[in-house]
């Protein structure tokens, strides 16, 4: 109810103040705490056994009696008041701030550090007005709690203002903010009150909330972002929050009043699986992916004060019920799901094969859920108790749990108090021994905030070297407890013969290393994604000797509660269905001029596809320049005959919705003067790929090319729309409007300028409104001009993809700036019928540009 202050320092609060919110153990709403202040700090009381001797402490206990005292005399001078109102008149009087420095100096501190404030009898027998929350009178205070906004929204609490007086009253209604974070604000109306002789009236406190705000995890200004203890000093987890008191100013001489109100913000993510089954294909090995779809949190690049949603994967290897005895409330402490991963496969990969080696440098990732939310990481509300057996004994050697780092030195026979460093303790039961403070969800929280407050999943890192694996011995034995509120307690051992889980990491079916390098992977020391929309995690499997693959858990940090936890179904019996596409840079192009044509193979899935290859033909009249096949090209034809180029994309593998393209430069010959060219792509699979396709009838295509013709009936059917002169962003389908990227050179060198030719022809017979392009470029290319024949358009940068390079655990990491794009956007009113847009961009190639190709990207 109350938190301490040294009388003697002049309303500063006391070092060993608890501060707030609580979480209350059977709602497991977020409520606010402290009630109010009192002193409690270098207080003169008794001393037990010194006969009539005294001594100074300090502490809650001597904060107490101020508070019991002052209820006493309240009771006494209004007898007949309910104890919620005489807590009310209490607490809305306390009007004096608590502050950082002595003698009412530095900051005040905000309502969850101190309440309403310091206790005030002079201000408590001057009014017989009492304000409290209307849905919750005996708190007083007005708590919305945890809020996880997906979308912008607007809430409402009411304040109760009661007169028990004789006399009509008469205030004016402010607020005065003390914890503030970017995506949330207070407001209340009316901004005056008439309250009659033994009547009441409302106040309305309304919060609004944008969780697309900017830097919105910002911490209290009185809260230090490093804590220090026995055991270090370190980074702290914190909460972002909106506080503030409502504030009563009468018009006569009577006590102001206010009331405390609080706020914990944040914006959340609703991200998922664009599926719930995971197909792949009949070949034993091979890549897929599992695309990701929603609505993300990415409120900005500057993390931890900005946020963005994250994703795990795992394969699931423990899934434990809800059970019915669970006390109400403590869910938090009921065991759902077990996940585990490695990156075993990229050092697999480093240390050329040997296991061993491999396995020294492994980090094992444990995923661990349960059925509620815990307010604080620490092991007070939930306790993960992990046990290994190294040597295969059955009696466990190694003991991995969830502490803070202020209570952990507990481990080392001293006490301190508790902090919001969180870590992971491992312990060598035999030696009762510190092996190693481990980090959960592998970053600190300087760096990302990962929700490891407010939460119900959670992941260790596990470096593999502490449990002795070797080449002849990969298998990791463990089984896991679980405690909510120090009580309730849930164990793998009730379903699991043994008691221990035998999980052989040399032999685990699934790897979410990238080990394909679909993102740029393979990565090491990582377990996690951007749970961005349209973004994917891939999945490299073997899953030899099984027709039952184990499911795939996902964890996606961010999401709301209720909704982090997601399982994915594997299913090994899909085909990949290919689709050919085309597109040229000119339709109607004259004789001479200089064409591009962008042949594509799309895999409409559902299973990954490999060995694709691409047939681009190209007819008499178009003489071949080149192309930009990954493998060499094979050209044939030619010299009066139609060129055939064929591009074997060999061991690459095309994922679900994933596209191939082939771009071939060619010229238009002279004589061809109103001829119409037929530009054909086929693709298949290689003849040693040993994949095979049910339905062929979408693998051709074709695009007619009308050398100095009509526009308006060239192509007049509908056609393929996307992006040229690179990767396709999906498949769009608009009748008659062509839209198509050219890079006015096919080869270019580091240093070099680079012309790009962006069209847009609208052949619909009507008008497009509103058309609009976005076009991205690498980051490192910079943009000197973008200009167009009509319409608007704009440059600039944004971050497309944020991705950490991470050191071995205990170590500092790094944000990525390969994750900025350049960009291009376009914008017009109308596209009239007829009409061709031309966008010219003109881009500088860094002089350290290391990549093979320059890719431009871009929607319709």
């Known amino acids: 109810m109350k938190t301490v202050l040294g009388f003697s320092e002049g309303d500063q609060l006391s070092s ?8 209350d153990a059977e709602t497991g709403l977020q409520i606010l705490k402290p009630d109010l202040a009192a002193p409690g700090d270098f207080i003169f009381s008794t001393d037990v056994g010194t006969g009539t001797e005294g001594t100074s402490l300090g502490g809650t206990s001597m904060a107490s009696p101020h508070i019991t005292g002052s209820a006493a005399l309240m009771r006494e001078l209004h007898p007949t008041w309910t104890v919620a109102q005489i807590k009310a008149l209490l607490m809305n009087t306390a009007t004096n701030d608590v502050w950082t420095e002595p003698d009412q100096t530095g900051s005040n501190y905000g309502v969850s550090r101190v309440g309403s404030g310091r206790v005030d009898l002079a201000n408590a027998i001057n009014t017989e007005t009492v304000a409290y929350a209307t849905n919750a009178p005996e708190r007083v205070s007005v708590s919305f709690g945890l809020i996880e906004a997906v979308t912008a929204q607007t809430l409402n609490q009411t304040i109760t203002v009661r007169n028990l007086g004789a006399t009509p009253r008469t205030y004016n209604v402010t607020f005065d903010q003390r914890n503030n974070t970017s995506m949330a604000a207070f407001s209340v109306s009316p901004s005056s009150i008439n309250v ?18 900017s830097q919105s995890h910002t911490p209290d200004a009185t809260t230090d972002l490093l804590q220090s203890r026995l055991l270090g000093t370190g980074p702290r987890h914190f909460v ?28 959340a993510s609703d991200m998922a699986a664009a599926s719930d089954t995971v197909t792949v294909s009949t070949a034993a090995t091979g890549v897929t992916t599992i695309d990701l779809t929603g609505t993300e949190v990415f409120t900005g690049g500057n993390l931890p004060y900005d946020t963005m949603s994250i994703v795990t994967a795992f394969e699931k290897v423990y899934e434990s019920p809800n059970d019915a005895f669970s006390p109400a409330g403590y869910d938090r402490g009921d065991l759902q799901y ?97 092996v190693d403070l481990l980090i959960p969800n592998e970053f600190f929280a300087s760096e990302i905030d990962t929700y490891l407050l407010n939460n119900n999943v959670v992941v260790f890192p596990i470096p593999a070297e502490y449990l002795e694996l070797t080449s002849s011995n990969s298998t990791i ?35 979410f290393n990238d080990d394909s390098g679909l993102q740029g992977g393979p990565f090491p ?42 399982v994915l179904t594997v299913d090994i019996n899909g085909e990949a269905d290919l689709e050919a596409g085309i597109n040229a840079s000119e339709e109607t192009p004259e004789e001479g001029a200089v064409m591009t044509t962008m042949a594509e193979a799309t895999n409409n899935g559902p299973a990954p596809a490999e060995g694709i290859v691409i047939e681009h033909t190209l007819p008499v009249g178009l003489t071949y320049t080149g192309d930009d096949c990954p493998t060499v090209s094979v050209v044939t034809g030619g010299s009066g005959s139609p060129t055939v180029i064929t591009c074997d994309y060999d061991t690459t593998v095309a994922p679900p919705n994933f596209v191939l393209t082939l771009q071939v430069g060619s010229t238009v010959d002279a004589g061809t003067d109103g001829s119409d060219l037929v530009i054909t792509t086929d693709v298949s699979y290689s003849a040693t790929s040993g994949n095979t396709e049910t339905d062929t009838s979408n693998n051709t295509a074709a695009r007619r090319v009308c050398v100095d013709g009509n526009i308006e009936t060239c192509n007049a059917t509908p056609v393929k729309t996307g992006s040229g002169g690179g990767e396709t962003i999906g498949d769009f389908v608009v009748p008659n409007m062509l839209f198509a990227i050219t890079p006015m050179s096919s080869f270019a060198q580091p240093g070099d300028s680079v012309e790009w030719k962006v069209t847009i022809n609208n052949t619909t017979g009507t008008a497009i409104n509103d058309a609009s392009i976005n076009l991205t470029l690498p980051g490192n290319i910079s943009i000197q001009s973008a200009t167009s024949t009509s319409g608007t358009v704009s440059t600039g940068t944004q971050l497309a993809y944020a991705r950490y390079t991470m050191g071995p655990l205990g170590q500092p990491r790094s944000f990525s700036q390969s994750a900025q794009q350049t960009v291009v956007q376009f914008a017009q009113d109308v596209i009239q019928a007829g009409e061709q847009v031309i966008i010219t961009i003109n881009t500088l190639i860094p002089t350290s540009y290391s990549q093979s190709s320059v890719v431009m990207n871009g929607t319709l």
């Not at 896991?480 to 307690?489: K, M, N, P, R």
């Open 338 to 434: 077990i996940g585990l991963a490695s990156d075993l496969s990229f050092w697999l990969d480093q240390n050329d094969g040997d296991l061993n080696a491999a396995l020294a440098d492994t980090t094992i990732y444990m995923a661990l859920t349960v059925y509620g939310d815990w307010s604080t990481a620490n092991a007070y509300e939930t306790l993960f108790d992990i046990y290994f057996d190294i040597d295969g004994d059955d009696a466990s050697d190694l003991n991995l749990f969830n502490w803070d780092l202020g209570t952990a030195a507990n481990l080392f026979g001293v006490g301190d108090d508790p902090s919001d460093i969180f870590v992971g303790p491992l312990l060598d039961v035999n030696a009762s021994a510190l």
């Open 240 to 267: 972002a929050e909106e506080g503030g008191y409502v504030v009563l100013t009468p018009t006569d001489s009577s006590s102001s009043l206010r009331v405390a109100v609080h706020a914990v913000p944040r914006p």
């Open 525 to 566: 020391y990582m377990s996690w994604y951007p749970d961005l929309d349209g973004l994917f995690i891939p999945v490299d499997y073997d899953l030899s000797g099984t027709t039952t693959p184990p499911e795939i858990l996902l964890l996606h940090h961010h999401n709301v509660s209720g909704s982090r936890v997601e």
């Open 16 to 23: 060993f103040s608890s501060r707030g919110p609580r979480m």
């Open 196 to 213: 009659p002789a033994n009547g009441s009236t409302t106040v309305t406190v309304t919060l609004t909330l944008d969780p697309t705000a």
């Open 477 to 511: 034995n463990f089984y896991v407890d679980v405690l909510g509120e120090l009580y309730f307690t849930d164990s793998t051992q009730i379903t699991t013969p043994g008691p221990y889980i035998s999980y052989d990491i040399a032999a685990a079916p699934f790897s």
